[in-house]
């Protein structure tokens, strides 16, 4: 995301003894403050995408896991007397 010109771009920051000198160390300062957050907000941007792209693929096993439940739920109800999975054979 691009950031636009300085807000403070027209102000000049004098302080009679300095003259220029520090108009100019304000504006640097203030440019790498503008550079860095445009780094962060592009950062927190990419960091959106990804919790997205895992919130569907959460979304999308949850509903997997349902429908294994399900299945497991229907095949031990259906099984009558025939042995548990869990269960161990009786010559062990």
């Known amino acids: 995301m691009a950031v636009g010109p300085s807000i403070f771009a027209g102000l000049a920051v004098t302080d009679g003894r ?4 520090r108009h100019r160390w304000m504006m640097d300062r203030l440019d790498s ?21 895992q919130r569907k693929e959460i979304d999308r096993l949850t509903r997997l896991v349902g429908l294994l439940v399900e299945r497991e739920a229907d095949r031990e109800a259906g099984a009558g007397d025939a042995p548990a999975a869990d ?6």
């Open 18 to 21: 300095h003259g220029g000198k």
């Open 33 to 53: 403050m503008e550079e860095r957050m445009a780094h962060l907000i592009r950062a927190v941007d990419d960091l959106s995408d990804v919790v997205t792209a």
């Open 87 to 92: 269960v161990r054979p009786p010559h062990w």
